[in-house]
Nanobody, 123 residues
Framework: QVQLVESGGGLVHAGGSLKLSCAAS????????MGWFRQAPGKERDFVAR????????YYAYSVKGRFTISRDNAKNTVYLQMNSLEPEDTAVYYC????????????????WGQGTQVTVSS
């Protein structure tokens, strides 16, 4: 069993930055591939970014590529999402999760979701 706790969300103006954190329990965090998703009101949960167990491989949704950076610190059992040049369209609840499937872009291939952290970007 893995427990994930996201933090770092908040209200920011367009063009601003936020850094989200996802703290994981358990001794096997360093073996997990991790991902970030987001869900805006009335919309489906969408893939944002994914990082492999070592941090050596990352993938991003087209909409955030070049603006967001996913990273991890296995010594701290934490994965991060640095978000720059934020846009009102980035407003959503952001979730981290453990990637256990084959397709890193689909919700069904993830397990052990956190409770989410709200990000609101004002125009």
């Amino acid at each position: 069993q893995v427990q994930l706790v996201e933090s770092g969300g908040g209200l920011v103006h367009a063009g601003g930055s936020l850094k989200l954190s996802c703290a994981a329990s358990g001794r096997t965090f360093s073996s997990y591939n991790m991902g970030w998703f987001r869900q805006a009101p009335g919309k489906e949960r969408d893939f944002v970014a994914r990082i492999n167990w070592s941090g050596g491989s990352t993938y991003y949704a087209y909409s955030v590529k070049g603006r967001f950076t996913i990273s991890r610190d296995n010594a701290k059992n934490t994965v991060y999402l640095q978000m720059n040049s934020l846009e009102p369209e980035d407003t959503a609840v952001y979730y981290c999760a453990v990637h256990k499937g084959f397709d890193y872009t689909v919700v069904a291939d993830y397990d052990y979701w956190g409770q989410g952290t709200q990000v609101t970007v004002s125009s």
